[in-house]
């Protein structure tokens, strides 16, 4: 199986098993009550990367989010 | 481990994708803290089909109905604090080695560290813990820590802290004796942490 394949029968797959809920639904739930145990750290390869979300920056985000 | 910024892939996150980062950052919330009588009321409003993740979802919003905010509250307290422990201890190092503190939570934080992610300041539990890898993961799916992580990186995080044990828990929180409000929470995870088995045998 091509890695296209692949990739489309895992999407298949899963808009089978795991659409029993409304994705929508369960957004407006899960939406701005995040466990907030996990934020942005410093990058992968040590750099400072322009675009890194600071940690007050994804709180504000977590915050306005719905 | 694959570096996100050198994945290629675009920034746009497909459905089945945002699904899975939903259903994972829903467990995340529910299983971090106590919920709020706001969170158990959104609860109560969702709907699930007849598929076994729609028929557990359609559990969790009638037990929800039927929920005051104090009676979760104690049902979480009896299940994961406890007087001296709660019945459960849902930490990948517990249900990897039998103990906390052990080797998995080591592994995990180097790969937080590689993949980007810090423990903030405001939680004291080990980073292992199910609800902050649940929400390491939605985070990877959308690129809460920089770009969406690919398949690759997601199935290598999956594989590693998660699949080895979560099922387990899931599967103990269903069929645990505290659990009422719970129990439809652990049936989600056990059937999501399938589906997410299955899905990355099919493609990574």
Known sequence: MTDEKARESRRDFLKLAATGAPAVAVAAVAGGTSADAAVPGGNADGKAAGLRKTEHVEKYLESARF | ?204
Not at chain 2, 133 to 138: D, I, P, R, S, V
Request: hydrophobic share 40%; proline share 6%.
């Open chain 2, 1 to 204: 481990m694959t570096n996100p910024e050198s994945s290629g892939l675009p920034p746009s996150v497909v459905e089945e994708d945002r699904l899975r980062a939903d259903l994972y950052d829903i467990l995340a919330a529910l299983l971090a803290r106590p919920p709020a009588r706001d969170l158990i009321d959104r609860v109560s409003r969702l709907d699930g089909d007849e598929t076994p993740l729609g028929s557990a979802i359609g559990a969790l919003s009638r037990v929800a109905k039927a929920s005051t905010e104090k009676a979760v509250e104690r049902e979480f307290n009896a299940l994961f604090i406890g007087l001296a422990r709660g019945e459960l201890l849902p930490y990948a190092s517990y249900y990897m080695t039998g103990f906390l503190h052990e080797k998995p939570l080591a592994l995990l934080r180097g790969d937080m560290s590689k993949l980007g992610i810090a423990r903030s300041p405001d939680t004291k539990d080990p980073e292992d813990n199910i609800a902050s890898l649940c929400e390491m993961m939605a985070g990877l799916i959308l690129g809460r820590f920089g770009e969406p992580a690919d398949l690759t990186t997601q199935r290598d995080f999956y594989a590693a802290h998660i699949g080895p044990w979560a099922g387990h828990f899931f599967t103990d929180l269903e069929g645990a004796k505290g659990s009422v409000f719970y129990a439809p929470v652990g049936a989600i995870g056990r059937i999501f942490m399938e589906i997410e088995r299955e899905a990355f045998r099919m493609g990574a």
